[in-house]
């Protein structure tokens, strides 16, 4: 039996390192050829054609407007639900409304996609002028939708799990509901809060559907989220499917586009820990 | 005056007459002379569950009252009543009247705003519960929600409330550390200190020795003995001796009544009522 446990630790653990070994390997090759410099600093994303160019700016700005569109939502709106659901909302409000926000887990990202580009953006052309029919906007919000879920489901657990007794020991000294939950909850739940963040960050980074539908798939150096923008993951997945031939500079660019989007990945998770480590306040 | 003949009047016909003592209804040699609250025929429900049953208690000015009995007795809940904790629980409801005095308001009332009645009456609960904040800001969280923010009022009250929590030498060179930091004795001090730095008129003290060891429960006890000089504090506790060594007055209940109210020395020497006598000298609770 425990041979068996050991095995299934030991699956998961060896699946990790070769995604990570293959992502790497096949990104050295790449790199080999195109300079990291060149390939940070280049503005312009056109590795089929005739003249390539291998700059990652285009679809790395494209990513972080959406997601950073997406979080600006889902950040404070989650952890506004979340405070709501923990400390304000009775029982029977709770088991209602959490349920129903967890079910937006369920809704596959295509429906997201289709929903943004065929509904969201004709009823936003309505009142954002300029607003192109593939664009980074309207995507980024129905991204913040797509977190929200994560965001609130995790925040309101570890606000719960803050003990009851600091709960009373802040109501007995006076505090207001609003008071308890700024400032003894959110502090308690921190290291949480935090995880929920960065999850919600890591989904947001490196969500595919709903973005290669409704932001367009076309790289696009741009400043401005009214227009269309092909993200990281937008151009592996249109890349993936795509016949190109295995081991050429063009097929390496998916990985290379991958590791760039592991490696962001990292980092929020890097910040995460060190944000939690110096704000974490253990009960 | 009045007050006081009021009070003794009540306590010399209470409702229910049988089960409460001679020493009770014996007015002029148990009941407190200033009051500074006052207990009239509360009763008290969770849910369907009624837990008190008329309760009727002075509570003397700047002396330690006792709440002593079994376990289900409802002295905790009766003292949960005085700072309506209650409250934070859906279906818990109340009947009669808890009055501070001077001014006598009924603080159960419905009307009454619980949040007011928490600035006046602060509480200290069995385990340490200090917030996971630093020792210097779990002192000033009460001063803090109260618009006390200038740096150099909440040091003076901060260092004012440790020293009279017997905590100050202790923690005065790390007061920006944890509070998780301290032992359990220490947080519990910690905690009372939190509970006196906003002054409250009445302090309540649920069984705060029950998780500490007996040293750290000896200088809790000579805390509250010294606290006694300036502030009314009501103690609810499992142990006999705590209650004989620290109380003034004394208040013996049983499945949600009031048995026995009396001066804490008379009633462990010579107590009224059978029941007093079978619980404090151990025969059963």
């Not at chain 2, 009941?31 to 309760?55: C, D, M, T």
């Not at chain 2, 934070?88 to 501070?100: F, K, Q, S, W």
């Not at chain 2, 200190?193 to 060891?213: F, M, V």
Request: net charge neutral; with cysteine; glycine share 6%.
């Amino acid at each position: 039996m425990s041979v068996l446990l050991f095995l299934a630790a030991a699956l998961s653990v060896v699946v990790t390192t070769s995604i990570v070994y293959i992502l790497v390997s096949e990104s050295w090759s790449f790199f080999a050829t195109i300079p990291l410099w060149t390939f940070l600093t280049d503005t312009q994303w056109t590795p089929v054609f005739a003249e390539p160019r291998y700059g990652i700016l285009p679809l790395l700005t494209a990513t972080l407007w959406s997601a950073g569109i997406a979080l600006v939502i889902a950040i404070p709106l989650g952890t506004i639900l979340a405070v709501y659901l923990s400390e304000y909302a009775r029982p029977a409000v709770r088991e209602t409304i959490k349920p129903m926000l967890e079910l937006l887990v369920a809704v596959p990202t295509v429906v997201y996609g289709y929903f943004a580009l065929l509904f969201l953006t004709p009823l936003f052309k309505q009142f954002v002028p300029g607003l192109a029919g593939f664009n980074l906007l309207v995507p980024g919000i129905v991204l913040g939708i797509m977190t929200l879920p994560y965001i609130v489901s995790i925040s309101e657990d570890a606000m719960r799990a803050v003990p009851g007794a600091l709960r009373e020991g802040a109501y007995a000294l006076g505090m207001t509901r609003f008071q308890t939950a700024m400032r003894v909850i959110i502090p308690g739940a921190f290291s949480g809060i935090t995880a929920a963040y960065v999850l919600g960050m890591s989904r947001a980074v490196g969500e595919t559907m709903i973005l290669a539908i409704a932001a367009g798939q076309n790289p696009n150096l741009t400043s401005d989220p009214r227009e269309g923008a092909a993200t990281i993951t937008a151009y592996i997945v249109q890349m993936s499917m795509g016949d190109l031939p295995h081991g050429s500079l063009a097929y390496q660019t998916i990985f290379a586009a991958g590791l760039t989007l592991f490696v962001m990945t990292l980092v929020f998770n890097i910040i995460g820990f060190f944000l939690r480590r110096r704000f974490r306040e253990v009960y | 005056m009045t007050d006081i003949a009021a009070t003794a009047s009540e306590f010399a016909a209470p409702e229910e007459a049988a089960t409460v003592s001679a020493h009770t209804a014996d007015a002029s040699i148990s009941i407190p002379h200033a009051l500074r609250a006052e207990v009239r025929n509360l009763s008290f429900w969770y849910k369907e569950f009624q837990a008190l049953k008329g309760i009727q208690l002075p509570i003397a000015d700047r002396k330690v009252t006792a709440l002593i009995g079994a376990s289900g007795c409802g002295k905790s809940t009766l003292l949960r009543c005085f700072n309506r904790m209650h409250d934070l629980y859906a279906g818990n409801r109340y009947d009669g009247e808890i009055v501070l005095k001077p001014e006598g308001e009924n603080i159960v009332s419905r009307s009454v705003d619980p949040i007011l009645v928490r600035m006046r009456v602060g509480m200290v609960f069995q385990k340490p519960n200090p917030f996971p904040k630093s020792i210097y800001e779990n002192v000033a969280a009460g001063l803090r929600i109260r618009g006390i923010n200038k740096r150099s009022a909440l040091d003076e009250r901060v260092e004012q409330v440790l020293r009279q929590a017997a905590l100050w030498n202790e923690v005065k060179d790390r007061l920006d550390s944890s509070a998780y930091d301290l032992s359990g004795g220490q947080q519990q001090r910690l905690c009372i200190a939190r509970t006196l730095a906003p002054e409250p008129e009445l302090i309540l003290l649920d069984e705060p020795t029950s998780a500490l060891d007996p040293i750290a429960t000896a200088v809790i006890e000579e805390l509250v003995d010294e606290l006694r000089k300036n502030v009314t504090i009501i103690i609810v506790t499992h142990s006999m001796q705590q209650a004989a060594r620290i109380s003034d007055y004394c208040a013996f209940m049983h499945l949600g009544q009031l048995i026995e109210f009396g001066e804490t020395e008379q009633m462990f020497t010579n107590p009224g009522n059978v029941k007093t006598q079978d619980y404090i000298t151990g025969r059963f609770g």
